[in-house]
């Protein structure tokens, strides 16, 4: 009944956002109205109808505007509709009302700096230094926001927690000898870029890396003599011509 009668209201939603966007005006729903309502639009975002997920979404909030799940329902439809505006006012209200998945504040971020907004970004990173995922490639990615900040300390911190996660954790070998390299921090660089081999002998990008790094500590020798052991081990002669 309650989705029947939400189809219904689908209806009024198409006739009434048009109406709301020039005046302000806000059909009169009862509490079971925004329930079907609700219940319709999760039922159309998940059929990838976003466009006709999201009016009714915002008579849901016209009426119940701390409704958490809303907004972030809100927040998916604008994600899909390349609105991100919206997605960013939605995340942030959804925020605003309480504790959200950690996914949730690292979309708002990576939408921040993709957008080269990261002021906006900032906040949220400090937050999220207090609350760390526990995964190693969630803890990697936030490293590589703070690189994106241009915080080296705190990229350090995290590309060294991912580690910690994962002691095998390729990206995280790789992100952190990077780190070093481009502080002139080359006997780190060094040291990371081994244990990473040892830790993933396969990577053709460590490999490179580790090169990049014995050359720069002036070990031009052992960098060619290096690269040249691990030459027939690669196919990707692309990326070796690099």
Known sequence: MVIRWGICLAGLAAWAAPLQAQTGYVPQLGANDVIAMKTQARLRAGSNDFE?????????????????????????????????????????????????????????????????????????????????????????????????????????????????????????????TRLYLANKRVGDAVQVVNRGLEAAPGSLRLALLKEDALEASGSLYSARRFINQRVPAVKDIELLKR
């Open 52 to 176: 006709g997920a999201l009016p009714l979404v915002e008579m849901v909030l016209a009426k119940s505007g701390d409704d958490q799940e809303a907004w972030l329902l809100r927040a998916d439809c604008a994600h899909h509709l390349d609105r991100w505006n919206l997605e960013a006012e939605s995340l942030e209200r959804a925020i605003a009302l309480g504790p959200v998945p950690v996914a949730k504040r690292t979309d708002l971020i990576a939408g921040y700096l993709g957008h080269g907004e990261a002021t906006h970004a900032l906040p949220h990173l400090q937050l999220v230094m207090n609350q760390l995922p526990p995964e190693a490639q969630a803890r990697a990615q936030y490293a590589s926001f703070w690189e994106e900040e241009h915080d080296a300390a705190r990229a350090e911190t995290l590309w060294k927690a991912s580690l910690d996660a994962d002691a095998k954790y390729e990206p995280a070998y790789f992100g952190l």
